[in-house]
Every structure is written in C-alpha cells, then in structure tokens.
C-alpha cells in the first residue's frame, strides 16, 4: 500500500490567518485529491488534481481555496482566509493511472480555526 | 450523480457474533463501490473493492461484501466480530466523470460499529 504523510497532524489557527496543509505521496502517483471531514459529518471531496491541473472542485472549494504541487513531490492545499467553519480534518488522498485503482489516504490534518 | 446511502447510523454486536453494514448506492454509470474504515483518531484505511469483477469481494480482517446490481447494493459482512473492530465505516462509490477520467470519491454518513464483550 502506498505511503502519504501529511504535515501538520494538527494545525489551530486564527480567523482570517493563511494556512498551507501539505501532503507528501511517497510513490509516483498520477492522481491526488483533498477531501474535508468536519466533525460528525461524512467526508466530502473538496478537490482533484491531475496532470498538474485541477480537474474538479466541488462548490465547497470557492476562492478561498487553491491547490498545487510546487516541487513535484509535495501536493499542498492553501486556505487563504480562514473561516470557522474551515475546521475539519483534512485527508489527501492520491491514485495511480488505472481506472479501477485504489485511493490511498493520508492520515489526515486537523484544521481547528478559533 | 453518483451517492450512498449507509442504512444505519450506528451498530452493535456482541463479539463473535455476525456483522452487518448495509449500503444503497446510486450511480448512472458502472461504478466502483468500496468500504474504507476508519477507527479513531486514525486515518482511512481501504478495507475492500469492488470494481465490476468478481461479485463477491473479500477484503482484510475477515471482511467481505457482495454487489448485487439489481438492489444497487454493497452490504459489508463479516462471520464474527472482533473488539478491534470497533470502528466508523464508510461505503464509498466512484464514477468515471462523463466524458473524462476523474473518479472522486462519493463518502455515505458512516455507520459506526460497536462491539461488546
């Protein structure tokens, strides 16, 4: 199974502050994803990424929200103003070629906006 | 659109007796359906996949589950359960995006599963 790390394992920051959630896969991997889980709630697909582009966001990924992968190896997802409803546990996920293959998770970072 | 519907919300058993999770899903093409489990504070971890071979899918830990096309469903099993079972699951589906190649993940609310001594 492939390995993701994602850094910080928790991160509390003030309303309105600039967070970056990072995540490293540790293989080649053609696919990547960030998906939220608020408290309670079902995880939801936040965005995915694909051949160094977005191929989708969901409605819950405004302005606010921008994703890249700036050395080829790290895949970051920046909140440029935190709101308090941004708190949540946030998981990358990435996905080899094949159509049929699996999304391997991180073990996510949680975001706790005060 | 693709979604699923996890039928309970939470379940308990006693340890060694049988497990069952139920889930619906919803996809206008031929899906991929999956269980990730995640127990606390951890991450999620691929329990099985169903990916329009085999009907019945065998997965770790003793888990399995059967696609049935014509009640769209993908119900997890499993003969005995364990404490260390004790944990959310989530029944999960994947859509190729029409006209591309995007497979996002669509998450049901999670059952959580108990086990009692």
């Known amino acids: 199974e492939p390995e993701v790390t994602q850094t910080p394992s928790h991160q509390v920051t003030q309303m309105g502050q600039e967070v970056i959630l990072r995540c490293v896969p540790i293989s080649n991997h053609l696919y990547f994803y960030w998906y939220r889980q608020i408290l309670g709630q079902k995880v939801e697909f936040l965005v995915s990424?694909?051949?160094?582009?977005?191929?989708?966001k969901s409605e819950i990924f405004d302005d606010q929200f921008s994703v890249e992968r700036p050395d080829g190896s790290n895949f970051t997802l920046k909140i440029r103003s935190t709101k308090l409803e941004d708190s949540a546990m946030y998981f990358c996920?990435?996905?080899?070629?094949?159509?049929?293959?699996?999304?391997?998770f991180g073990p996510g970072t949680r975001l706790t906006v005060l | 659109a693709q979604s699923v519907t996890q039928l309970d919300s939470h379940v308990s058993v006693s340890e060694g007796t049988p497990v069952l999770l139920r889930c619906n899903y919803s996809?206008?093409?031929?899906?991929?359906l999956f269980w990730y489990v995640q127990h606390p504070n951890k991450g999620l971890q691929l329990l099985l996949k169903y990916t329009s071979a085999a009907t019945l899918v065998k997965g770790i830990n003793g888990f399995e589950a059967e696609f049935k096309k014509s009640e769209t469903s993908f119900h997890l099993t499993k003969p005995s359960a364990h404490m260390s079972d004790a944990a959310e699951y989530f029944c999960?589906?994947?859509?190729?995006?029409?006209?591309?190649?995007?497979?996002?993940?669509?998450f049901g609310k999670g059952t959580l599963l108990t086990v009692n001594p």
């Open positions: 999960v589906v994947s859509d190729p995006k029409s006209g591309g190649s995007n497979y996002k993940l669509t």
């Open positions: 996809s206008s093409y031929s899906p991929s």
């Open positions: 990424f694909y051949n160094n582009e977005i191929s989708e």
């Open positions: 996920a990435i996905k080899g070629a094949g159509p049929t293959d699996t999304q391997y």
